[in-house]
């Protein structure tokens, strides 16, 4: 990747459409925008052009052209947009004048964001707000995005960084006077509970990470119970549409079925699985009965399904669980289940819905506002809840080691946000963006 190189790409997707944006970043993009549109508009204001072929001045379309030198752009570089009609042929035309220029060449995905990286215009928990933002699909989920796109999180993990930082100064001070008596033991003293009460902190975000994780990625409600209760018949209604295969006949769902939907706007996918039963089956059978129990043991909501006519308990009961008992038109028992539902006769159902939704905010509301909501981030932060324990671990004797462990610690953190060397990470990250982006 050439930073030194002028890319371009349409950023508004993929398709016809009324308008496409052509993004171009890079220290000819000025030039390229002056050659086509016969002059460069001022600065940030919109100008309508007649955007021709520099050669044969050819008109290749009439539309809204934006200049943006650097570094007060999106990139940090000299940027400019091209609003055209978006059909193919258009934006083809356009294309070829742009390949036509020497180190002008198509953006690789995620590119312009990398470069507003590289360029100070946003730090990497910013950079992976913005593509959550790009796939949010409910509004928990955009909120999430817009909290970290906006540097609400990178905040967050300055002010832990910053407290370390502190800390660490501290006992830089006192190896100065390690000499003298007692200052070593008074630093470390005085430091203690500072330290402590960050660890408790860090600690607790990092145990929400799972929660928050759920969010950004779609909470986990699993259907199972024995089989032929009625559990693809929920989940369809549920899901509002025929998403699994419904028979009468036990066994007909073998594999596992994950349908995504939004539920008090926030992301769920709804999983049906295989019926559960004791006794061997076919080796089909077993397969999805193994996949089933996987599913249900990594859930973060279980819907346990029995029927009136087909009575079973969990074999290993998980938290939270709603467990549901189905066919209540047919007489029957319907004592010990927290919902009562008719697949056939939609009795319930509205209930059944409403009491997912409950469940779906109690546990997962609030996580919006996490800071720790992917792997890599909580990694780094028990990285350094690790170095801060290590750090209480050294008495006087060897403060220097104390200091070390505090500098691993603010090391461990700034490699969230990019504030150290992180070159192995990027590549991973920025190719996760579409290739406007």
């Not at 967050?156 to 407290?163: I, S």
């Amino acid at each position: 990747m050439n930073n030194s190189e002028t890319i371009f790409a349409v950023s508004s997707g993929s398709g016809m459409a009324g308008i496409a944006v052509i993004r171009m970043s890079g220290g000819k993009a000025g030039s390229v925008l002056a050659s086509i549109a016969g002059s460069l508009p001022l600065p940030r204001r919109a100008s309508i052009r007649q955007l021709r072929r520099p050669q044969s001045r050819e008109v290749i379309d009439q539309g809204l052209i934006l200049w943006m030198p650097g570094p007060l752009s999106a990139t940090g570089e000299d940027v400019a947009e091209f609003h055209v009609h978006g059909s193919a042929a258009v934006i083809e035309a356009m294309f070829e004048v742009f390949r036509s220029v020497d180190s002008v060449r198509l953006a690789e995905p995620g590119e312009f964001t990398r470069r507003a990286f590289v360029n100070d215009r946003m730090d990497l928990v910013e950079a992976e707000g913005l593509a959550d933002l790009l796939q949010a699909r409910s509004e928990a989920q955009r909120r999430m995005a817009m909290h970290h796109m906006l540097g609400h999180a990178s905040s967050q993990y300055e002010v832990w960084r910053t407290e370390m930082i502190s800390l660490l100064a501290h006992l830089e001070a006192a190896i100065d006077f390690v000499e003298e008596d007692g200052v070593a033991a008074a630093a470390l003293a005085d430091i203690r509970p500072k330290t402590l009460d960050l660890v408790a902190r860090l600690s607790r975000a990092a145990a929400e990470a799972d929660r928050a994780g759920a969010l950004r990625s779609g909470v986990k409600v699993v259907f199972a119970g024995a089989p032929n209760v009625g559990k693809s018949t929920l989940l369809n209604l549920v899901a509002a549409r025929e998403a699994a295969i419904v028979s009468s006949r036990p066994g007909t769902t073998r594999d596992v079925i994950e349908v995504p939907v939004v539920l008090g706007g926030i992301p769920v996918i709804l999983t049906d699985t295989a019926g559960l039963r004791t006794g061997a089956g076919d080796e089909i059978e077993v397969i999805g009965m193994q996949r089933a129990r996987s599913e249900v043991a990594a859930a973060d909501i279980v819907v346990w399904v029995t029927s009136v006519d087909v009575k079973q308990e969990m074999e290993n009961p998980v938290l939270p669980t709603l467990r549901v008992l189905n066919k209540s038109d047919l007489p029957g028992d319907t004592q010990g289940t927290d919902l009562k539902v008719s697949a056939k006769t939609g009795e319930g159902i509205a209930d059944l819905i409403a009491e997912l939704e409950k469940l779906v905010r109690e546990r997962f509301s609030g996580m919006e506002q996490a800071s720790v909501i992917r792997t890599r981030h909580r990694d780094a932060v028990e990285e350094s809840i690790r170095f801060l324990n290590d750090s209480l671990r050294h008495d006087a004797r060897h403060i220097e080691l104390a200091a070390e462990c505090l500098r691993r610690a603010c090391y461990s953190l700034g490699r969230v946000t990019g504030r150290v060397d992180v070159e192995d990470l990027l590549g991973k990250i920025f190719s996760e963006f579409c290739i406007g982006k």
